[in-house]
């Protein structure tokens, strides 16, 4: 069984790498890159501006609203055609997904519990950000704010009793321009209606991203401006207590591997340690699929069957690293906020960040889109992601490896406790 890598899901369009001038330079410099230019000069205008910097908050606004616009199609979409793309037959594709229901379920408790334990919310100290937070968005900036208005929060908004005709001219114009890119592509099946779909959504959340290093040098700028440095200890805090919390997710995996499965957890390391690089560097579980697959066939020595149900089906419902992000995520969010989540709420992030894993495509910052539906369902305020916008370029890359990794143990818990008659050997000889 094979199934190709969607060419949309890809992280950069052919048109963006061949572009030229100004442009072509912004597209060839790598993410991370501008995402850090603008983290350092949003300090140094931070620090210059003071609370005058409140306003520059605006692109980050704009950023989260497009990202929430974006969310639920994005996610309708991409559960649709992963559904409607896996070959799922037998008793196999059952135990797959009860493998991907635990992995996800012990994924988000690891990192709740981790956020509960190193609380890396009440690292800012007693200056309550909140207040920052709300000068911030209250800036006076008229125009500005007007036209923000308008843009809509969700793609069904503008159609809802109170849109705006505003609101319908933004969309038309961004899905009238992503679609001629797609304009001769034929419609003949169902799937073709929903892949141009999808296709159409995330060549728009690429020209969202590409916004992104001016968001986070606006909201950087404002941060430090009005509330000095305290609010990136605690940012500090979360880095670490993500990447604490995913490395104790790969220990369980590795555990799993080693107690339920024939392959040695230091084979698997070594075998896909390439998958692991690419999809580190590359921010995108999907573009790294095919590589896990030829990883696990050749180097670790799974059964065909197993390694396709695991990192070519699973893939696309199988983001545990996204899944415990979003869950550390809200946690940390409400600690900033001065309180904790109750345990009801703590449930509800649950079972949102389960959908908002499976439904976050596997290309770089998706799971920054699907967060907006994990905040919005608990109440926080979606504001506050764009203070996670800085630190995303480093962890995105973590949890996708993360992701990758957790594609590798269900291939080989699937792969049983016997390997395949002349597997060993034959990797062995090689
Ligand atoms: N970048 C991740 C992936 O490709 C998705 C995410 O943003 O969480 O798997």
Known sequence: MSEEVPATNLPQTEKQQHARGVWGWWHGTPLYLRILAGVILGVIIGVALGERAAALAIPAKLVLRLLGALAPPLILLAIIQALMRAEIRGKQTLRLFGLLLVNTLVAIAIGLLVANLVRPGAWAGDTPPPAAIAKMTAAPVDPLSQFLDNVPKSIAGPFTDDGKVMGVIFLAVALGVAMRRVRYHELRTVDDLVHVGLSTLIVILYWVIDVVPFAVFGVVASIVGVKGFSAFAALGGFVLAVITALLAQTAYYLL???????????????????????????????????????????????????????????????????????????????????????????????????????????????????????????????????MLLTVDWLLDRCRTAINVMGDVTVSCLLDGKEPEAGAHEALIVE
Do not use: H
Not at 297 to 313: D, H, M, N, T, W
Not at 373 to 378: E, I
């Open 256 to 386: 799993r591997i080693r107690f339920g499965s024939w392959v040695r957890p230091t084979v698997v390391l070594n075998g896909v340690r390439d998958a692991l690089v690419m999809a580190f560097s590359t921010g995108s579980s999907t573009a790294t699929m095919p590589l896990t697959y030829a990883c696990l066939r050749e180097k670790v020595g799974l059964r065909e069957q197993s390694a396709s149900l695991g990192a070519l089906v699973g893939s696309n419902f199988n983001n545990d690293g996204t899944a415990l992000y979003e869950a550390m995520s809200a946690l940390f969010v409400s600690q900033l906020l001065g309180g904790s989540l109750s345990l009801d709420q703590q449930f509800m992030i649950v079972l949102t960040s389960i959908a908002a894993s499976v439904g976050a495509a596997g290309i770089p910052e998706a799971g920054l889109v699907t967060m907006t539906m994990v905040f919005n369902a608990v109440g926080l305020p979606t504001d506050y992601i764009a």
